[in-house]
């Protein structure tokens, strides 16, 4: 278990709609991270948020929004789904101790979701 | 670009043998880390072993060692006395700064099979 927590474990959705996925990070981290993982793209960076604030953006489509709440915990907003939405989320979180490219990032147990 | 290639889609090695796996990476940056994760069937995401691009030596995790050739971009990971529950997906990943922060980009993986 690397104490970050994914809720839910799986979504089915429609096209069209919105969801929301939640995560909460190991305790003490600060970061948290988002990825989308799909058999045709693999893994890929969706953001990151430290502290509050977005750090870093990757391959997030304006369709998709997150933020981190004062508590820490982060969530992800998934709207308009189409079909090619489908693929497991993970969430993972780090200390983020300032050291360029040393924080490990621990994952989450991710959300799969499904668009029908 | 690609920035991480694992050229082997699949992998077989005997229980108890070593096996290694190959990564290579592409990047501009003089200050990066380097990981291995493994995805067993059930989806998880465990970090495995970290390399930072300044560390002189090669980094050791219990029987996961990572061979660290900086001049050539390398960062393979070697299992020692492999184990069936060794069999999963398994991703090297490098983090690096740049535009719009630090980002993790992941290999599309390599899928290790252990016989018994």
């Known amino acids: 278990d690397s104490g970050v927590t994914q809720t839910p474990k799986h979504l089915i959705t429609a096209t069209g709609q919105r969801v929301t996925l939640r995560c909460s990070p190991r305790?003490?981290?600060?970061?948290v991270y988002w990825y989308q993982q799909s058999l045709d793209q693999g893994l890929q960076f969706l953001i990151q948020?430290?502290?509050?604030?977005?750090?870093a953006k990757g391959n997030i489509l304006e369709r998709f929004s997150a933020q981190q709440f004062p508590d820490l915990h982060s969530e992800l907003n998934l709207s308009s789904l189409e079909l090619g939405d489908s693929a497991l989320y993970f969430c993972a979180s780090s200390v983020d101790s300032g050291g360029r490219g040393t924080d490990t990032q621990y994952f989450g147990p991710g959300t799969r979701l499904t668009v029908l | 670009a690609q920035k991480i290639t694992q050229t082997q889609p699949g992998m077989f090695v005997q229980e108890k043998e070593a096996v290694t796996l190959d990564c290579t990476y592409d990047?501009?940056?003089?200050?990066?880390?380097l990981f291995w994760y493994k995805q067993p069937s059930s989806g998880e995401m465990i970090f495995l072993i970290y390399?930072?691009?300044?560390?002189?030596q090669n980094a050791t995790e219990g029987r996961y060692s990572l061979n660290f050739q900086k001049a050539r971009k390398s960062a393979n990971l070697v299992i020692s006395a492999s184990q069936l529950g060794d069999s999963a997906m398994y991703f090297c990943a490098m983090r690096e700064g740049g535009t719009g922060g630090f980002k993790t980009i992941f290999g599309a993986g390599t899928r290790l099979f252990v016989k018994a």
């Open positions: 305790s003490g981290d600060l970061s």
């Open positions: 948020y430290y502290n509050g604030e977005e750090r």
């Open positions: 390399q930072g691009s300044y560390d002189q």
């Open positions: 990047t501009s940056d003089p200050s990066y880390g």
